[in-house]
């Protein structure tokens, strides 16, 4: 089904000409520098459309109106966009659902709307005349996560700072864990174009198998540490893991990937523990 109905200018029989036109020919009329009936001629616009738009007649736009007025559709917009910089994004159901509730409150109904719901197209007719909006996966991200501050981020690197200094780089280590999830459920939603991280706040999320990589400051990279979700550690997952990097004849770096299990595939207190004393053991 086609969606885009709107003719370039030039192939219709009404409203032949840009906007820009008419609104120009319009302030020369009411500078006083030419007549309805000369800028008619001048700039090819019909007389009648030149008087009525000069008298306050006729201003809607050439072809089907929208349902919503200008003003609504920036404030559905509007708050479909703040939403999204809360970390709370809606999806493209979300708009319609807030346009029906809009039409229900105000006792309006649509003919063409089954149920007084507007249907996805409209939803998308929406997104493109304003332009503000794109729809993106999302990163699911904790509540506590979210609510970090640009000043605690700061005030953390500014205590770092003073702490490492003096300390050798082969002495500082950095690691930090990810979690592939089987069903990430991950979906499409609804954020201001341009957008860098976009992400979803919830409590919960499915877990999966964590994986750990651990490096120094000078550039040494440890092997992996990797934890499935299991009751039991099979000899099947452990085989051909990759090594650190640069490898080396260290015991902590021939000895390969490490692996671990916990019923649900987090990184606890228990497997990171025996991840760092084993490190350390073989290290030595």
């Known amino acids: 089904m086609v969606?885009?109905?709107?003719?370039?200018?030039?192939n219709r029989p009404y409203a032949n000409r840009r906007d820009e036109v008419v609104e120009e020919a319009l302030q020369k009329v009411a500078d006083g520098e030419l007549s309805i009936l000369r800028a008619s001629k001048m700039y090819n616009?019909?007389?009648?459309?030149?008087?009525?738009?000069?008298?306050?007649?006729?201003?809607?736009?050439?072809?089907?109106?929208?349902?919503?007025?200008?003003?609504?559709?920036?404030?559905m917009i509007a708050a479909v966009s703040k939403c999204g910089d809360w970390g709370f994004p809606l999806t493209l159901m979300d708009l319609r659902l807030i346009a029906k509730t809009s039409l229900d409150k105000r006792g309006i109904i649509v003919q063409k709307f089954k149920d007084n719901l507007p249907g996805d197209d409209w939803a998308r007719s929406l997104l493109k005349r304003h332009n503000t909006l794109t729809q993106r996966i999302t990163t699911n991200i904790s509540r506590c996560?979210?609510?970090?501050?640009?000043?605690?981020?700061?005030?953390?690197?500014?205590?770092?700072?003073?702490?490492?200094?003096?300390?050798?780089a082969d002495n500082i280590?950095?690691?930090?864990?990810?979690?592939?999830?089987?069903?990430?459920?991950?979906?499409?939603?609804?954020?201001?174009?341009?957008?860098?991280?976009?992400v979803q706040v919830q409590n919960h999320s499915k877990s999966?198998?964590?994986?750990?990589?651990?490096?120094?400051?000078?550039?040494?990279?440890?092997?992996?540490?990797?934890?499935?979700?299991s009751k039991n550690l099979w000899e099947s997952w452990t085989?051909?893991?990759?090594?650190?990097?640069?490898?080396?004849?260290?015991?902590?770096?021939?000895?390969?990937?490490?692996y671990n299990c916990t019923p649900h595939g987090w990184m606890d207190g228990i497997t990171f523990?025996?991840?760092?004393f084993n490190l350390e053991r073989h290290s030595k």
């Open 273 to 276: 523990k025996e991840w760092f």
């Open 45 to 75: 616009i019909p007389y009648g459309t030149l008087h009525n738009r000069f008298n306050g007649k006729h201003g809607k736009k050439p072809g089907g109106q929208t349902i919503f007025s200008d003003e609504d559709e920036k404030n």
């Open 239 to 258: 085989n051909e893991g990759p090594k650190g990097s640069p490898c080396c004849e260290s015991p902590c770096c021939s000895k390969g990937t490490r």
């Open 145 to 168: 996560r979210a609510e970090v501050s640009p000043a605690t981020i700061n005030s953390y690197f500014d205590n770092l700072s003073s702490v490492l200094k003096d300390i050798p």
């Open 208 to 229: 999966a198998t964590t994986i750990m990589v651990c490096g120094s400051a000078s550039g040494v990279l440890l092997p992996p540490y990797i934890i499935y979700k």
């Open 173 to 198: 280590f950095n690691y930090d864990e990810t979690n592939l999830q089987d069903d990430p459920g991950k979906k499409k939603f609804l954020f201001k174009r341009g957008t860098k991280y976009p």
């Open 3 to 10: 969606r885009v109905y709107q003719k370039e200018v030039g």
